[in-house]
């Protein structure tokens, strides 16, 4: 009998540790980020957006004194942006002959690239902080740190509006979804194709086409009691190659769920407009020719519900960063055999968020681990690596932020691609080289321009 009890008594504390550790897992998805005293740090020590405004003891990392807000002289909107530093040298070559003296600050994928690839490295310049934005998207920062909240299981967001919504985040989900919140600008558009690199060195392009985005959380001419919970329209309608000329994706995103995700797809076989859920998760991305993933796409695109996300921690990692030069380099000089040319993308030291993303419990996804690293200032996805289901390293993606001071923001989901450590294909996203215009401002776009109507009309036009 007193055996029994015992049994039994484990068994209750081994489900009740179980309990507790699932728990632990969650979001505190009803409690508000931080206390008005926390908040107040953004306005002392942690800039408007919550990165620590001091730079670090070795001086490596200056501190961030408003970003850079001011276009360069005789610019004009869509202009390729110039590089703001052009007489910046690197102070540090990093390459496989001396990474393991500073593994500490390099990226899992980065790593595995240096030792793939004897000839890739990169090249470190001077820290530049130049992320910035206007001012009312700072005040909206302020107020949402004491009054967002996560729903949904950690997949949405409640009472935040116009800002990042928890600049001095908790846990992952919180950090995650200050990416997908990042500020980079209201209305606007941008030509792009799509450049792959086959294992063997061939290079071709994927796709072309241009890209129009409304941030409508950001609008400052709407107002919170109005806004309809989506977040963002973006619009991809394809031009190049012939074979895909008239394609068309649309995605509505929601804060939550009273804002369900809306994605809808034109093939012109099919000469329709239908709903796309296939159009994310781990579905292989046709417009990379399938060396990516849906939910790759701007660095995460789509639902997170898949993993469950871990904060790690912040740190200070070498991540590509003021790459207006490479945006203006040739096609044929920057993407290259194996990688891209490192002698055309900038690395930076910053201070990065570390999220850890792991299959959640029952579900099912390609990638069974990834790690996100976010900027402190941009709270954008710069890197981020994922692992197979072997446990083994697979793919690495980046991003190649540009600097644009005329919105002023620095743009991460611009520019962007990744590498397939296993075959050694690797695909460069939303690249401008060579096009005439880079991201230029609109003005307010009407909802319509986003809708699934209008797709079917410029489709058969």
Same mark, same amino acid.
């Given at each position: 009998?007193?055996?029994?009890?015992?049994?039994q008594a484990g068994l209750a504390t081994a489900s009740a540790l179980s309990a507790i550790a699932a728990l632990a897992a969650l979001p505190l998805a009803a409690q508000a980020a931080v206390s008005a005293e926390e908040a107040a740090k953004l306005k002392t020590t942690l800039t408007p957006m919550g990165a620590e405004k001091a730079g670090n003891k070795e001086g490596t990392i200056p501190p961030w004194e408003g970003g850079l807000t001011k276009a360069p002289a005789g610019y004009k909107n869509g202009d390729p942006r110039p590089d703001p530093f052009p007489n910046d040298k690197p102070v540090l070559t990093i390459n496989a002959k001396n990474m393991d003296q500073h593994a500490a600050k390099l990226s899992d994928g980065v790593k595995a690239l240096m030792k793939k690839y004897p000839?890739?490295?990169?090249?470190?310049?001077?820290?530049?902080?130049?992320?910035?934005?206007?001012?009312?998207?700072?005040?909206?920062?302020?107020?949402?740190?004491? *009054? =967002?909240?996560?729903?949904?299981?950690?997949?949405?967001?409640?009472?935040?509006?116009? !800002?990042?919504?928890?600049?001095?985040?908790?846990?992952?989900?919180?950090?995650?979804?200050?990416?997908?919140?990042?500020?980079?600008?209201?209305?606007?558009?941008? +030509?792009?194709?799509?450049?792959?690199?086959?294992?063997?060195?061939?290079?071709?392009?994927?796709?072309?086409?241009?890209?129009?985005?409304? %941030?409508?959380?950001?609008?400052?001419?709407? /107002?919170?009691?109005?806004?309809?919970?989506?977040?963002?329209?973006?619009?991809?309608?394809?031009?190049?190659?012939?074979? /895909? #000329?008239?394609?068309?994706?649309?995605?509505?995103?929601?804060?939550?769920?009273?804002?369900?995700?809306?994605?809808?797809?034109?093939?012109? !076989?099919?000469?329709?407009?239908?709903?796309?859920?296939?159009? !994310?998760?781990?579905?292989?991305?046709?417009?990379?020719?399938?060396?990516?993933?849906?939910?790759?796409?701007? %660095?995460?695109?789509?639902?997170?519900? /898949?993993?469950?996300?871990?904060?790690? !921690?912040?740190?200070?990692?070498?991540?590509?960063?003021?790459?207006?030069?490479?945006?203006? #380099? /040739?096609?044929?000089?920057?993407?290259?055999?194996?990688?891209?040319?490192?002698?055309?993308? *900038?690395?930076?030291?910053? *201070?990065?968020?570390?999220? @850890?993303?792991?299959?959640?419990?029952?579900? *099912?996804?390609? =990638?069974?681990?990834?790690?996100?690293?976010?900027?402190?200032?941009?709270?954008?996805?710069?890197?981020?690596?994922?692992?197979?289901?072997?446990?083994?390293?697979?793919?690495?993606?980046?991003?190649?932020?540009?600097?644009? +001071?005329?919105?002023?923001?620095?743009?991460? &989901?611009?520019?962007?691609?990744?590498?397939?450590?296993?075959?050694?294909?690797?695909?460069? &996203?939303?690249?401008?080289?060579?096009?005439?215009?880079?991201?230029?401002?609109?003005?307010?776009?009407?909802?319509?321009?986003?809708?699934?109507?209008?797709?079917?009309? @410029?489709?058969?036009?």
């Amino acid at each position: 009998m007193q055996k029994r009890h015992l049994l039994q008594a484990g068994l209750a504390t081994a489900s009740a540790l179980s309990a507790i550790a699932a728990l632990a897992a969650l979001p505190l998805a009803a409690q508000a980020a931080v206390s008005a005293e926390e908040a107040a740090k953004l306005k002392t020590t942690l800039t408007p957006m919550g990165a620590e405004k001091a730079g670090n003891k070795e001086g490596t990392i200056p501190p961030w004194e408003g970003g850079l807000t001011k276009a360069p002289a005789g610019y004009k909107n869509g202009d390729p942006r110039p590089d703001p530093f052009p007489n910046d040298k690197p102070v540090l070559t990093i390459n496989a002959k001396n990474m393991d003296q500073h593994a500490a600050k390099l990226s899992d994928g980065v790593k595995a690239l240096m030792k793939k690839y004897p000839d890739f490295r990169i090249e470190v310049y001077p820290t530049r902080r130049t992320a910035a934005a206007p001012q009312y998207v700072y005040d909206n920062t302020f107020r949402n740190a004491t *009054r =967002a909240k996560l729903v949904d299981n950690g997949q949405g967001i409640e009472g935040a509006f116009g !800002g990042i919504p928890f600049p001095i985040p908790k846990d992952g989900y919180e950090a995650i979804l200050n990416h997908r919140l990042a500020w980079k600008g209201v209305n606007w558009t941008t +030509p792009l194709r799509v450049w792959v690199m086959t294992a063997d060195g061939k290079r071709s392009m994927a796709s072309g086409g241009t890209q129009t985005f409304r %941030n409508v959380y950001y609008d400052p001419d709407v /107002k919170p009691e109005s806004f309809d919970g989506y977040y963002t329209l973006g619009k991809f309608a394809v031009s190049e190659p012939g074979s /895909k #000329a008239g394609e068309a994706i649309l995605a509505h995103d929601g804060l939550n769920a009273s804002a369900p995700r809306g994605l809808w797809q034109y093939l012109v !076989g099919q000469r329709r407009v239908r709903k796309a859920p296939s159009v !994310g998760y781990d579905t292989p991305d046709a417009v990379t020719s399938g060396i990516g993933l849906f939910d790759e796409a701007f %660095n995460l695109f789509g639902p997170i519900d /898949k993993h469950e996300l871990k904060l790690v !921690g912040k740190k200070e990692m070498y991540i590509p960063y003021n790459n207006n030069r490479a945006a203006s #380099a /040739k096609v044929a000089d920057l993407v290259t055999p194996k990688t891209l040319n490192p002698g055309l993308v *900038r690395w930076e030291l910053h *201070r990065v968020w570390e999220v @850890e993303a792991t299959l959640a419990a029952g579900k *099912r996804h390609v =990638a069974a681990k990834r790690k996100y690293y976010i900027d402190e200032d941009s709270w954008q996805i710069i890197l981020f690596d994922g692992w197979d289901a072997k446990g083994e390293l697979w793919r690495t993606n980046f991003t190649l932020t540009l600097t644009a +001071p005329d919105i002023p923001a620095v743009i991460g &989901n611009l520019f962007w691609g990744g590498y397939d450590l296993q075959t050694g294909a690797y695909y460069l &996203n939303m690249a401008t080289n060579e096009l005439p215009v880079q991201v230029k401002v609109l003005p307010t776009l009407p909802r319509s321009f986003f809708s699934p109507e209008e797709l079917a009309n @410029e489709s058969t036009r």
